[in-house]
């Protein structure tokens, strides 16, 4: 089982294919094996690294807060255990964050970025109306207690809402159940009092490397007008709003996202 020791943590991590590494950074609880759809086109031209982040699957928890940018640490820290001085740069949702503040603080290490359905943090009306809800936030709330949110109806809400209504019914629905069983929520809390923290809403001008946002029109957990927020701070962003996308769209609309995805790293 490969594990690298980074920053007190062990990352658990797996490397497919070879060539140019493009480091994939799943989102809010999100392990390596969510990206199953992704890795076999891609590691058909680039060295694929996929991992889980801290608390999350087969790595281990530091038993301390820690803060989007202690996760972005364990991303840079995770290439040069692999001896890996640059890569493209993947990041969904809350791991599209991370992905924001690897370019921001470490742009020598940033080939190309790619950011998915995620946002700039901190930004309340980036989130969609019903996930408030279920966060607990009130009207003049400016900030989360994770304390105080319910993790089981969060959880429930939140993977109900990432698919397409119909798909999550039909095929996702039994799924979800079974793996909202296995649950620790320790490291999901963890996960979510970093993203509370956290905004890069005042640092997006400092992104070097060329950028590809992507998000699905029909996102219910975090607003698409999210990604034009960032489009418009990223110098020279590129936006792709996917029609008819939901949060989970790299899933349920694989193909259009693995297309959208080589194009930009490929070209050029």
Request: aromatic share 8%; no cysteine; net charge positive.
């Amino acid at each position: 089982m490969p594990k690298a020791p980074v920053n007190g943590v062990s990352i658990y991590y797996e490397v497919q294919g070879k060539g140019v590494p493009v480091v994939m950074i799943q989102g809010f609880g999100g392990n390596h094996q969510a990206w199953f759809f992704q890795i076999p086109v891609l590691k058909k031209y680039y060295k694929v690294i996929v991992f889980d982040n801290r608390g999350i699957g087969k790595s281990s928890r530091s038993g301390e807060p820690y803060t989007i940018k202690t996760m972005a640490d364990d991303v840079v820290g995770l290439m040069d255990y692999l001896n890996i001085d640059k890569a493209h740069v993947l990041g969904l949702s809350l791991g599209g964050m991370v992905a924001q503040e690897v370019a921001i603080s470490y742009p020598e290490r940033v080939i190309k970025l790619v950011l998915g359905s995620t946002f700039a943090g901190r930004e309340i009306n980036d989130v969609h109306p019903e996930m408030i809800k279920a966060l607990g936030i009130r009207e003049g709330d400016t900030s989360v207690d994770v304390r105080n949110i319910d993790f089981r109806k969060l959880m429930n809400f939140m993977v109900s809402s990432a698919f397409n209504k119909r798909l999550h019914r039909t095929v996702f629905l039994t799924l979800s159940k079974l793996s909202m069983k296995s649950i620790d929520a320790s490291g999901y809390l963890e996960q979510m009092a970093a993203v509370t923290s956290y905004t890069t809403l005042d640092r997006l001008h400092q992104i070097k490397a060329p950028t590809l946002i992507i998000t699905g029109a029909g996102d219910r957990l975090i607003s698409p007008d999210a990604s034009d927020l960032l489009a418009s701070r990223i110098p020279n962003a590129m936006l792709v709003k996917v029609k008819g996308g939901s949060h989970a769209f790299f899933m349920e609309m694989r193909g259009k996202f693995n297309k959208e995805i080589l194009k930009f790293l490929r070209n050029g």
